[in-house]
């Protein structure tokens, strides 16, 4: 079971109380464009990989966490380790804070540092990497706070609403491997 602690959060494993917190998350639709989900979940496939999510990450070949302002719950926001490559040693980032009063906290901002520790130190991951829309200037600037760098822009990558949307490609590598 996974719990890491940070000054004012605390990053913990999903728990099937977070089942109508991941319903909200996942069929808000202004979140889609980020996520690249086209249709809304049900509350029964929502609680199905609830039920799933104790897998390994060697075995599920992701993470899911919920960030949590105390100990116990709710949760505020949500953040993944996917695509894992344990050949590789590499993974995606993807994180989400849920409501406008729970940003520009510094949520998102302690619990993407204690991923990226807990990714470099427990998992000895090489690489982290995360896909921003190059208009979310508050994901590029929260990524590449952590020393994240802009590798390239995949051009008119996401179809968004009838428009095509640019999309780039951040990179962190574990200097200290």
């Not at 494993?13 to 089942?19: C, T, V």
């Not at 989900?37 to 060697?58: G, M």
């Not at 204690?114 to 991951?125: R, S």
């Amino acid at each position: 079971m996974i719990t890491l602690k940070g000054k004012n959060i605390y990053i913990r494993a999903l728990e099937p109380n977070d089942l109508e917190f991941i319903y909200a998350i996942e069929n808000e639709q202004s979140m889609w464009e980020v996520s690249n989900t086209n249709t809304p979940y049900s509350r029964f496939l929502v609680k199905q990989y609830l039920e799933n999510a104790h897998q390994d990450i060697y075995e599920a070949k992701q993470l899911r966490l919920a960030i949590c302002q105390d100990q116990d719950f709710p949760a505020v926001g949500l953040i993944d380790l996917f695509d894992f490559d344990p050949k590789n040693n590499r993974a995606g980032v993807g994180i989400v804070i849920h409501g406008l009063e729970n940003r520009k906290q510094n949520i998102g901002s302690e619990a993407l540092g204690l991923l990226i520790q807990y990714a470099f130190h427990n998992l000895n991951l090489h690489q982290l990497y995360a896909n921003i829309g190059t208009e979310n200037e508050a994901s590029k600037a929260l990524f590449t706070k952590f020393g994240f760098q802009c590798i390239g822009v995949k051009k008119d990558w996401n179809l968004v609403k009838g428009s095509y949307k640019d999309e780039a490609f951040f990179q962190l590598i574990n200097q200290q491997i």
